[in-house]
């Protein structure tokens, strides 16, 4: 068995990181691509590699000779060494710069062949310069742009079939060739982009450009199809063109081997680099990129996220069925100004238009309240980091509660004792954020009629508030009106209504310069069409929204429940913050074990991704023992809960 590696294409779409080198010498989570290729080969006894060279080819060789090169030929005692430039050799020789890596490689035997038409052909041409090369031995054959682990080979290698195609089952962010089995796990059909259909995904399977092919089947069938492919359409096409004539004829030739996705990323684009650096990142560095990221997991449909918080049980599929129904329409057209959406979510929550202002999610309006007002703000502590980032004109009081509870006598008092500066602004969370820590309406009304009294506008918080056994809501026009002056509600519509990608939010008040203010802080078309369609047809699906809530609550109840049953007081390894109303969980850990390492092993392990609060204000950086996880369905629930007995 022999590897066979294409490496001649310029790689123009990951532009400038091939101004100096080719695309399979970027590195990725510590090692380049080509290395990470030969690794895999070498960790699976092939002896001998050939590379079909062309961009930068010099660099290229130099690169590898310096990285592998044993030292009898970097001393120039190589039998295999050729002083050609293989930049100028016409001919294609193979024997072209050749040497014997190291034991790194297990002394592999690296050849290459130069592709002098790189910049004028495609991967079609390149394959064919390597013709001898495929009908002296077996072949794995693989594309210079992947990034993948060394089981990926041993799965080809190790498959009985003489001629395999690693395949995936299609996911989202998967681009190319895609293809169909039957139940042997035989390709039926090769599909190229002129036949995709996206509506019968759920049976596709995604190239994942490595390959087995055995020499007989090289020499009879696949060399003469692709010398023939090549005569009629030209040198600048893709030899996968070439399989989908041969699956064409026979049904039992080409056998596909299942690849999970996490073992592999295809590197087409700057953004797919970043992509690969999280996949195939160490623990610690995962973590990190991962947290940085701040959403955009689709692109990691393995992992289970338990840090941002989402409301599994809405929309219901009939809801989004509507919108995707309207989907063409809404892709081509512009979004209503605020006027025209405030008139729509007004209507949802029975408000006058005037007193409501809709954003591009909660954070959106958040900052450009922070635009607006100056003074000072009372802020308990820990609080969504966003609020202390934005309000940048403002002097922060911070008021640290206790365990991570507190009432309105807290409240008060804190704001009474206060001997730094009097109030301008308080800050009230409710549930509160990471605690879930709830303060019920009589209480909140009695410290409205406080804080007018004391001169104190409150900024009210209710993102999470559905999800409290009393969800009440202040957002009433009788309160807007009452607290005119002195309360600004504002409300994630993303969270709690599952609909995080289309990024809604809202703020209200009776202060309605203070609404005009903020409409003209944010962007004309703040909202996108598919957000606006949402809001349009939101009613008709009011109380499935209400029974997803109730869901919710019950499901908080089950994890709590699971929780405390695996983390038993007698042995406490676990405190878990039972007292939430919202759809999430403040947790400490009681043993060794501190929040980041869990997180890391949680999500290297495990695929779960939880809150680390190592960085929220009020927790140690250095030591954090606490950590916040969302409320999913139940079997997601469970899994983590099994995950967290293996570190706790």
Request: glycine share 4%.
């Amino acid at each position: 068995m022999q590897g066979l590696i294409l490496a001649a294409g310029v790689g123009r779409r990951i532009a400038p990181y091939n101004e100096n080198a080719t695309k399979s010498m970027i590195d990725i989570a510590g090692k380049t691509l080509i290395e990470r290729a030969l690794y895999a080969l070498a960790k699976n006894n092939i002896q001998k590699t050939t590379l079909v060279v062309g961009y930068k080819s010099d660099v290229f060789i130099k690169f590898l000779k310096e990285k592998f090169a044993d030292s009898n030929y970097k001393n120039g005692n190589n039998n295999n060494n050729n002083n050609n430039n293989n930049n100028n050799n016409n001919n294609n020789i193979i024997n072209c710069e050749n040497f014997v890596a190291n034991k790194r490689l297990n002394n592999m035997q690296i050849n290459f062949i130069f592709n002098k038409d790189f910049a004028i052909t495609n991967n079609i041409y390149s394959l064919s310069l390597a013709e001898k090369v495929l009908c002296s031995d077996d072949t794995i054959l693989l594309e210079s742009d992947l990034i993948f682990t060394p089981k990926v080979i041993s799965k080809i290698i190790n498959n009985k079939a003489k001629n395999v195609v690693a395949v995936s089952k299609f996911e989202s962010w998967m681009d190319g060739t895609c293809v169909l089995l039957n139940q042997h796990d035989y390709i039926t059909t090769i599909l190229d982009k002129n036949n995709f259909d996206f509506l019968q995904t759920q049976d596709y399977y995604k190239t994942v450009n490595v390959y087995k092919f055995s020499k007989e089947f090289s020499k009879n069938y696949y060399l003469p199809f692709l010398k023939a492919y090549q005569t009629a359409f030209g040198k600048n096409e893709y030899y996968e063109q070439v399989l989908k004539v041969i699956s064409l004829l026979s049904n039992d030739i080409l056998k596909a081997v299942k690849i999970s996705s996490k073992s592999w990323y295809e590197i087409d684009n700057i953004a797919d680099l970043q992509i690969a650096e999280n996949r195939f990142a160490n623990a610690e560095n995962k973590l990190k990129i991962t947290q940085q990221r701040y959403g955009g997991y689709w692109r990691f449909p393995q992992m289970i996220d338990f840090c941002y918080l989402v409301n599994p049980y809405f929309p219901p599929q009939k809801l989004v069925d509507e919108i995707l129904l309207n989907s063409k329409i809404l892709i081509a057209s512009y979004p209503s100004g605020s006027s025209e959406l405030s008139l729509l979510v007004a209507r949802i929550f029975k408000l006058s238009q005037n007193n409501i202002a809709v954003g591009n999610g909660a954070s959106e309006l958040i900052n450009s309240l922070g635009k607006i007002i100056n003074g000072n703000v009372g802020i308990i502590y820990p609080t969504f980091n966003e609020y202390q980032r934005v309000f940048t004109n403002c002097k922060i009081i911070p008021f640290y509660a206790n365990d991570f509870e507190y009432d309105i006598n807290f409240i008060i008092e804190n704001i009474k004792n206060n001997d730094n500066a009097k109030l301008d602004y308080l800050l009230l969370i409710n549930p509160d954020n990471p605690s879930g820590n709830f303060i019920n309406k009589n209480d909140i009304l009695q410290l409205l009629d406080f804080c007018i009294k004391q001169n104190i506008k409150l900024i009210f918080d209710e993102s999470f508030i559905d999800f409290a056994d009393e969800n009440y809501t202040l957002l009433e026009q009788k309160f807007l009106n009452t607290y005119a002056e002195n309360l600004i509600v504002i409300k994630s519509i993303s969270k709690s209504y599952g609909v995080a990608g289309l990024r809604l939010g809202i703020i209200a008040s009776g202060n309605i310069n203070l609404i005009e203010k903020i409409k003209f802080y944010n962007s004309i078309w703040n909202i996108n069409s598919f957000a606006e369609n949402f809001l349009q047809i939101f009613e008709k699906y009011s109380n499935e929204y209400q029974k997803s809530c109730n869901l919710l609550k019950q499901q908080r109840q089950f994890l709590i429940k699971l929780l405390k049953q695996n983390f038993s007081e007698t042995t406490p390894k676990l405190k878990v913050f039972e007292n939430s109303q919202a759809n999430y969980l403040l947790c400490e850990i009681l043993g060794e074990n501190n929040a980041t390492e869990l997180a890391k092993n949680l999500l290297n392990n495990d695929n779960i991704f939880i809150k680390d609060l190592s960085n929220k204000q009020c927790f140690s950086k250095e030591n954090s023992k606490y950590f916040r996880i969302a409320v999913r369905n139940q079997n997601d629930n469970q899994k983590l809960v099994l995950a967290l007995k293996k570190y706790l």
